[in-house]
């Protein structure tokens, strides 16, 4: 067959290539450079192999037979003799052979190998390095013993197990067919992606997959070590686990290489090579003769993770239950893999500075906690998914046996007696750990008697030091005992509890102290917990004490974490007993009551089994259902100016009652702020219910009740030493001692409420221990069970105190009651005085530790107590000479019930608060759980502990009403109690400060107001003869201004001007408006796209383009309006300054190094006072706010004058005011801030003239600011102004000022009086025909140009202030001309016989009733027909037409004609005058709007009224409308096609919207994602879509970029003016780009749960949500992004 013939020679010439093109390097590293090189000449063979796979099944069996056979192999390699070049290629194949095996060491490498000759094909060294020659393998020959013996250092080499049956590992490599090879090189090459798809391609064939997955674990060693050695290890790691997970992911293939390939012993043992090489001395305990040998957690290989594909390999065969049982059987694996796992034990170990703080944190933990979890933890989980049933005991029998003997060696190699070494921790004892969760196991699933693999208890008491020492630290962590080792060691101590880590790491070291805690004997457990806190010395009942290991200030913090952490250790039940989701619900109550959580972060937060192929997995439906049933929904809210809400998860009220538990929050808290957190929302739970109004203590809850096997656990409760603690605490608290809180007391509390909760069974009730005192006549209490204990008296208590305390001075009382225990007390003392340490107290609970200790060491020996061990004492003694101890007598009588009820008077700070319940209610006695009881503060919880007490014993009850009846003697009225006086005291006091406070105030305003007043007469000495020129009523209404940064107030004067905080910014939004009803709907497949043809801004620049082609220029720049796009608008906050005061702000600014959001170069800073964005600052006229009073009144002027008077007025343009034409400061600033105004949107949207600087610019773009400004506020208020009122938070409008600065600019520049538009207005011009020819251009008709635009002209060429009278005057004349406009655009949208028809019947009613013709609109429409049908004006084609030409449609056509030029004027006289607008029903919108701009003469009631009795012609209606349509009919002569196209339509505009978007994300996503770019026709990386029109761009994209500008920033000026809001694709989000700054927004995409998804990381569908949707727009249009969003910074044009 052909295929045998060419196949296998082609294969080999690949491998001949691959052979020839590696040299083994000096540095054991192949050049990258070389090795691509050689890749890149031989990707055409590996693209035809690959090509071969895909042919099908047939072809991959031959290629299979070609690549396994070993005759082929044999025959073509053989023949070597024949020729050099494959000579050559043969040697180097077997030098780069030479370090493929394990057993050497690379260092070794050079010297350990003696060529063996070059031509033999296998190399005849089996090399096994010395150390691992163990009695299996005894063929090692004599050139490794140099090896063994070499310096390996301090290292040592750990045996390796002499069941490594399969020799090949350790061997050089011999290959045996071309696959083995390939698969060589393949990995000597670092796996290219080509080789590695070949070898993958393969796979269906079934012969070759098991063939390749042999030869793949034949060199997994050898994979190993050229990961190690790789640069680019994360990327070979990625490709290695690509093959490998589908290679042992297949459980029959993983069992049949573990069977045949030992599988596991190699993986085992290429593991514990690869840490081999970066081991180092442990320090833990003895630092000198230590021999444990630790990973170094600074090495790459732990650093970088290098690995981790050896590790998921191994977890991955480990989740077939076949091979994990043969794992757990095979005794041999089990010792390698714990000396694998001792690798970690006690890596990373801390050691706490005391003199110098650190110079440089190490951050080395992060790899130390990856390295615990991977490499030990998720193996372990990987086993325990096996031991779930009762068959497998065995399994857990053997780890835990192992385990053990792991944890004894580890003991013996550190020189571990029974004291931890002082200021060390390491979080990391995986030892500890396994032994930990196999013994949880096996109580939970395998019903295994706990007691059987437990071992002695010396071994426990070691087992439990560490874990202990991990719970001290924390606590000394948190109360800043570790600051000099820098943040990284509070890191620490937060990974540990974080939720990831916390199940492998907190939870099983708190379930085995409770184990050990269970077994051991509980004066010794306690006594060790107090010890390790270093809290021994605080226990005394002297009122002052020495420490002598911690600093007094340490004390409190420590004593509360000695305290916590014993109520943690006897409440969790993790282990002890609650089912899975039991733990889940009590994870989950506990994460919700810290902070309200958003589905994703609860998922993150709930601790999960880190081996996702076992246990109870979030997402899973326990978790929903859990959810649901502790959880509402708190569906996302909007805040206006707010920061976005997500969907969050709030706890039912249910569950704040009954199931809040501090205990679970305390443990899985990673902030302490958390905890406050927690119990504020409790609080406030509370209060809102009614339930408790003050502030509540934790609440105690009831716990699951314990598994049998870890009953002892509540002997640890009823143990005297704990009684004496808890007794000397209570006492303390009450004497008021130093360094007690109210948390110590709230845990004592809460121990002695579990005490009574959990007391033992066998206890009978008190008869028998109150028949006389027991045996044991030494100790304080006479029995152990805290129910009697509590109720015993003590009387005299022996102290050693310092000299100076108080205590000293008394004297020993005379009655003896004492004797038996003070003297008992000072026997015990004899020991203590030998060891010499300043732990002096009455029950010392370190010797009481050092002599159980001894017991329990030297059982079988015959002197059971004599010698308490003097070692480390020394340790614990204070470095100086302490000062000398003395003893005293304390006098007590008191027991733990009298403490409990002088607390509560003292909390309560009365007298007496106590009084048992049950004597009013006996019934309390019976049902206790009283739900009174179970929210409130320390007098709740005392009240509730002495109720259990009662219920507990009768002899209880008793003792508790006799302390109550006896404790409060009648008392003289002088001696309150102190702490009630303590109360009352500050009552009084509170109340004096008030007053006091009251009067100070009141002082300090007088005070200030007469210093202002002072100080403004001293200030400005000529204002006063200003005021005396003014007239009182000027004086007024003058305007005052506060600056907001000197704080003084006064009016803006010519010399020092104030000026509002504006912030200018270029709109585009105007011209967004649509004429359509329906919005555009974002394009999301190929047939849709938006027409961006109909947008107010492309039919306002297409008319004026329009009309400058048949037009003057300079009448053109008058007839229209432009700023629809780049138009500027101004806002303030409403806040003023002095404008000098503002130039020394922006001096500070500008020297402030700080870094802001804003660039202060470009002027740009927040308000000081409001901190709002703004960027100039716009000056308030002088003293004006005359005008609004002065001319209100109507006047009687008749039109005539009134039009006269405009005229003169306008006239008088080019002389300014005196005060302005001479330089002041106003006018400067007036200057400057226009400059502003122009230079805040870009050239092309404010120079439209044919002449370039043309002055007619300026003029058209000053008006036009205003024109922006009144229509953006037109559509703030909804479009219409039916809602009336003033305006926009009418502090915050700065229209007003704005006009004065822009008239004070239009009144430089003159109109030419023969082209004043309004002679044309109000007067009948000559016929000027003759003159009309020799001009290149006619002037733009009247009935062409634009009313609002006249009217602005108009106003701002006046003379500021404008009188009211003249103001209405020119709407009156606007209003004509506007009527007119209406009627011929009428006219035009008539059939012609429609036409005819009103021609007729206008000309019949003229000649029915002159007088009112004019104020007819059926008369001036004939009028207008006939007087346009003179030109060719109607001859062209039919227009649409109007549908119904009935009398009622028309008025209404023409009314809503004439709608917008009313609602700006309205606005404007609102601004300029003030006065509110009123409120009125949409359909009565034009006649409120007529009356209160004064167009109807009186008020006509409605049926009646038609809008032409508005009109008011100043000259005779039918000569002047005549005059204008003269002019059409001239310019039809010239132009017929574009008459009817320049006459001004109705305007009927939709407020601007953004594109509506699709209900799913994933519609857009699917067309975006995919769709390639306009410019350069590729993918883009990351693609982006404008929201205003669809665009679709680049973000980023380097592409696309024109002069330095990316493509989004580019869009955003060509579209927004210099806003732009993109939706980025791949992630969901929005982008705003304002100006030179940009801010990610949010995302307006939610997944079910309420909850964004940025970046798509999570992959949930996602759906629009309408209410974010709705407030970006609302944003655009207000133009408040500013303000809104917080976090801008510079996008530097790179977006």
């Not at 029998?397 to 200021?423: G, H, K, M, S, T």
């Not at 600056?1043 to 504006?1062: K, M, Y």
């Not at 009125?1480 to 004064?1494: H, R």
């Amino acid at each position: 067959m052909m295929s045998e013939l060419v196949l296998p020679q082609f294969i080999f010439s690949l491998i001949q290539h691959l052979r020839e093109g590696y040299n083994e390097p000096a540095l054991d590293l192949p050049s990258e450079k070389d090795l691509h090189k050689i890749l890149q000449v031989l990707e055409p063979h590996v693209s035809f192999l690959e090509d071969l796979t895909k042919m099908g099944g047939a072809m991959r069996s031959v290629l299979t037979q070609v690549l396994t056979s070993q005759q082929f192999y044999k025959n073509l390699t053989s023949g070597v003799g024949e020729n050099a070049y494959a000579k050559k290629s043969h040697e180097k194949y077997l030098i780069a052979l030479k370090g493929s095996g394990l057993a050497f060491p690379e260092d070794k490498l050079a010297c350990g190998m003696q060529e063996q000759g070059a031509g033999t094909s296998t190399l005849a060294v089996q090399g096994l390095a010395g150390a691992t020659a163990t009695s299996g393998q005894g063929d090692s020959s004599d050139e490794e013993d140099q090896d063994g013996s070499q310096g390996v250092g301090k290292r040592k080499r750990v045996k390796l197990s002499s069941t490594t049956k399969d020799q090949s590992i350790m061997d050089v490599l011999k290959h045996k067919c071309f696959l083995e090879e390939l698969l060589f090189w393949t990995i000597k090459y670092e796996f290219p992606q080509k080789m590695v798809t070949f070898l993958l391609n393969m796979l269906p064939d079934q012969d070759y997959k098991i063939a390749f997955t042999k030869t793949f674990v034949q060199h997994y060693a050898f994979i190993m070590k050229t990961l190690k050695k790789s640069h680019e290890s994360d990327t070979m790691s990625n490709r290695i686990v690509h093959i490998s997970v589908q290679l042992f992911s297949n459980e029959e293939l993983a069992r049949q290489v573990t069977e045949e390939c030992q599988l596991l012993e190699i993986m085992v043992t290429v593991l514990l090579y690869m840490m081999e090489s970066c081991l180092i001395k442990s320090e833990l305990q003895d630092e000198e003769n230590s021999l444990h040998v630790v990973v170094n957690c600074g090495e790459a290989l732990l650093k970088n993770n290098t690995y981790w594909p050896l590790v998921s390999d191994f977890i991955n065969i480990l989740s077939h239950q076949s091979v994990a049982k043969k794992f757990l059987d095979d005794h041999g694996l089990l010792v390698t893999w714990m000396n694998f796992v001792s690798f970690f034990q006690g890596m990373n170990l801390n050691k706490r500075e005391l003199n110098e703080h650190v110079e440089f944190e190490s951050q080395t933990y992060y790899a130390a906690f990856a390295a615990e979890l991977e490499a030990c933890a998720q193996p372990m989980w990987g086993l325990l998914s096996h031991c779930k049933v009762r068959e497998t005991q065995e399994y857990t029998r053997n780890v835990v046996r192992y385990c053990l003997e792991a944890l004894q060696d580890w003991f013996d190699a550190i020189n571990f007696v029974d004291e931890p070494a002082p200021n060390q921790v390491t979080f990391h004892l995986p030892l500890h750990r396994y032994f930990a969760m196999f013994l949880s196991k096996a109580v939970k699933c395998q019903e295994l008697d706990l007691d059987t693999i437990l071992p002695d208890q010396e071994m426990l008491m070691k087992l439990m030091i560490h874990p202990l020492q991990i719970q001290a630290s924390l606590s000394e962590i948190h109360s800043n005992m570790w600051v000099r080792n820098g943040l990284q060691i509070k890191g620490q101590a937060m990974t540990y509890v974080q939720s990831h880590f916390c199940n492998s790491m907190i939870d099983p070291d708190i379930y085995l102290l409770q184990v050990c805690a269970s077994r051991l004997d509980p004066d010794y457990f306690i006594s060790s917990v107090f010890e390790r806190f270093k809290v021994v010395d605080l226990l005394t009942m002297a009122s002052q004490h020495q420490n002598t290991v911690l600093d007094s200030e340490h004390e409190r913090s420590m004593l509360e974490g000695a305290l916590t952490f014993l109520v943690l250790l006897l409440s969790l039940r993790l282990h002890l007993g609650m089912t899975d989701d039991e733990i889940l619900r009590a994870e989950m109550v506990a994460q919700l009551c810290m902070n309200d959580r958003t589905h994703s972060s609860l998922l993150d937060l709930i601790p999960e089994n880190p081996n996702p192929k076992s246990g109870i997995i979030p997402g899973s439906l326990s978790f929903e259902s859990v959810l649901s049933a502790v959880a509402d929904f708190k569906a996302p809210v909007f805040e206006p100016g707010g920061s976005m809400q997500q969907g969050m998860y709030t706890p039912k009220a249910e569950v704040w009652d009954k199931e809040f538990d501090p205990v679970m929050v305390i443990l899985r808290t990673v902030y302490r702020r958390d905890v406050q957190s927690a119990m504020d929302r409790y609080t406030a739970f509370l209060k809102q219910s009614g339930k408790f109004p003050g502030n509540p203590w934790p609440p105690y809850k009831k716990r699951t009740p314990l598994h049998p096997s870890y009953k002892g656990l509540i002997k640890l409760l009823h143990c005297k030493t704990l009684h004496i603690v808890l007794f000397t605490l209570l006492y303390k608290m009450l004497m008021d001692h130093q360094n007690l809180s109210e948390h110590v007391l709230c845990m004592v509390l809460y121990l002695i409420e579990l005490g009574l909760e959990n007391s033992p069974e066998h206890e009978s009730d008190e008869e028998e221990s109150a028949s006389g005192q027991e045996r044991c006549h030494d100790s304080w209490f006479p029995g152990s069970n805290l129910v009697s204990n509590m109720r015993h008296f003590i009387n005299y208590v022996r102290v050693r105190v310092p000299e100076t305390a108080p205590e000293v001075k008394k004297e020993p009382p005379a009655s003896t009651s004492s004797d038996g225990l003070a003297s008992s007390q000072s026997s015990r003392r004899k020991s203590l005085q030998r060891e010499n340490s300043g732990t002096a107290q009455v029950f010392s609970l370190v010797a009481e530790r050092r002599k159980k200790f001894q017991e329990i060491i030297n059982r079988n020996t015959s002197e059971a107590n004599q010698v308490v061990r003097p070692k480390t004492s020394m340790k614990w003694s204070a470095p100086g000479a302490t000062p000398q101890l003395t003893t005293a007598i304390l006098e007590v009588k008191e027991s733990m019930l009298s403490l409990l009820i002088k607390l509560h008077h003292k909390l309560s700070g009365k007298q007496n608060s106590y009084y048992p319940p049950w004597l009013d209610d006996v019934d309390v006695l019976i049902h206790p759980e009283i739900p009174r009881y179970s929210h409130g503060d320390g007098m709740t919880a005392v009240e509730r502990i002495l109720l259990k007490a009662a219920v507990q014993s009768r002899l209880n009850k008793r003792i508790i009403e006799e302390i109550c009846r006896k404790v409060t003697p009648p008392v003289p009225p002088k001696k309150i109690s102190s702490a009630e006086k303590k109360t009352l005291d500050k009552e009084e006091r509170r109340q004096k400060a008030r007053e006091r406070q009251q009067k100070l105030l009141a002082e300090f305003a007088s005070r200030q107001k007469s210093f202002m007043e002072t100080a403004m007469d001293v200030e400005s000495p000529d204002a006063d003869i200003a005021m005396e020129v003014a007239t009182s009523e000027q004086h007024v209404s003058e305007a005052i201004y506060d600056c907001v940064i000197c704080g003084q107030s006064g009016p803006s004067t010519e010399d020092r001007p104030t000026g509002l905080v504006v912030l200018l910014q270029a709109s585009s939004v105007l011209g967004q408006c649509r004429n359509g009803a329906e919005p555009k709907k974002l394009p999301t497949s190929e047939e849709e796209h938006i027409d961006s043809e109909d947008t107010c801004a492309t039919l306002h620049a297409v008319r004026r383009r329009t009309l400058q082609r048949y037009f003057k220029d300079s009448s053109c720049l008058q007839a229209v309006s432009i700023g629809w796009e780049g138009g500027v608008y101004v806002q303030t906050c409403g806040h003023t300054l002095h404008i000098d005061c503002h130039k020394s702000y922006m001096e500070s600014l500008r020297n402030d190094q700080v870094l802001q959001g804003f660039s202060v170069d470009k002027g740009e800073f927040t308000c000081p006072l409001c901190r709002q964005f703004a960027n100039s600052v716009l000056p308030c006229y002088p003293g004006n706010n005359v005008e609004r009073s002065l001319w209100q009144s109507h006047s009687n002027k008749c039109m005539q004058d009134l039009v006269q008077e405009v005229e003169d007025l306008q006239e008088q343009l080019g002389t300014f005011p005196v005060s302005i034409s001479s330089e002041t400061n106003l006018s400067k600033e007036m200057e400057s801030v226009m400059k502003d105004i122009k230079s805040t949107t870009q050239k092309k949207y404010t120079d439209y003239s044919k002449s370039q600087g043309s002055p007619d610019n300026d003029f058209l773009f000053m008006y036009s600011v205003a024109r922006t400004n009144l229509e953006l506020e037109l559509v703030h208020r909804g479009g219409n102004l039916c809602s009336g009122g003033a305006s926009t938070a009418g502090k915050r409008s700065c229209l007003n000022q704005l006009f004065h600065v822009l008239a004070m600019h239009m009144r430089l520049y003159s109109i030419d009086s023969a082209y004043n538009p309004w002679r044309k207005l109000t007067q009948l011009m000559q016929d000027k025909n003759s003159e009309l020819a020799s001009e290149e251009l006619p002037e733009v008709p009247v009935l062409y140009r634009d009313v609002s635009s006249l009217l602005l002209i108009q106003i701002l060429t006046m003379p500021q202030p404008l009188h009211k009278e003249h103001f209405t005057c020119i709407i009156k004349v606007l209003f004509t001309l506007l009527y007119t406009q209406a009627l011929a655009a009428l006219s035009v949208k008539c059939s012609a016989e429609d036409r005819m028809a009103w021609k007729e019947s206008g000309a019949l009613k003229k000649l029915q009733n002159t007088s009112s013709g004019e104020k007819s609109w059926e008369v001036l429409l004939g009028h207008v027909i006939t007087e346009l049908s003179k030109g060719k004006m109607y001859e062209e084609g039919e227009t649409e037409e109007l549908t119904v030409v009935n009398p009622d449609s028309v008025e209404c056509y023409l009314q809503q004609f004439c709608l917008p030029f009313l609602r700006i004027t309205s606005l404007l006289q609102h601004h300029l005058f003030g006065g509110d607008l009123p409120s009125c029903q949409e359909d009565e919108e034009f006649t409120v709007l007529a009356s209160c701009l004064g167009l109807l003469p009186s008020f006509q009631s409605a049926h009646q009224f038609t809008s032409a009795s508005c009109l008011d012609w100043p000259v005779p209606a039918f000569d002047m409308v005549s005059q204008w349509c003269s002019e059409l009919v001239s310019f039809a002569d010239t132009r017929p096609d574009q008459v009817k196209v320049l006459l001004i339509q109705e305007p009927k505009w939709d407020l601007p919207r953004l594109l509506q978007l699709p209900e799913n994300y994933n519609t857009i996503f699917q067309y975006y994602h995919r769709k390639t770019c306009t410019v350069c026709s590729k993918v883009p990386k990351d693609p982006a879509v404008c929201l205003v029109c669809g665009t679709f761009v680049c973000l980023k994209g380097l592409c696309c970029k024109q002069q330095s500008y990316c493509e989004c920033v580019l869009h955003s000026q060509n579209c927004g003016a210099g806003t732009g809001i993109f939706l980025l694709i791949n992630a969901s989000v929005i982008i705003i780009i304002r100006g030179h700054r940009f801010c990610l927004w949010g995302s307006v995409y939610l997944d079910a749960h309420g909850e964004e998804d940025r970046d798509l990381r999570r992959g949930k569908p996602l759906y629009i949500c309408k209410e974010r949707y709705k407030v970006l727009e609302q944003q655009w249009v207000s133009h408040t992004f500013d303000h809104i969003n917080k976090r801008w910074g510079p996008h530097y044009n790179g977006l």
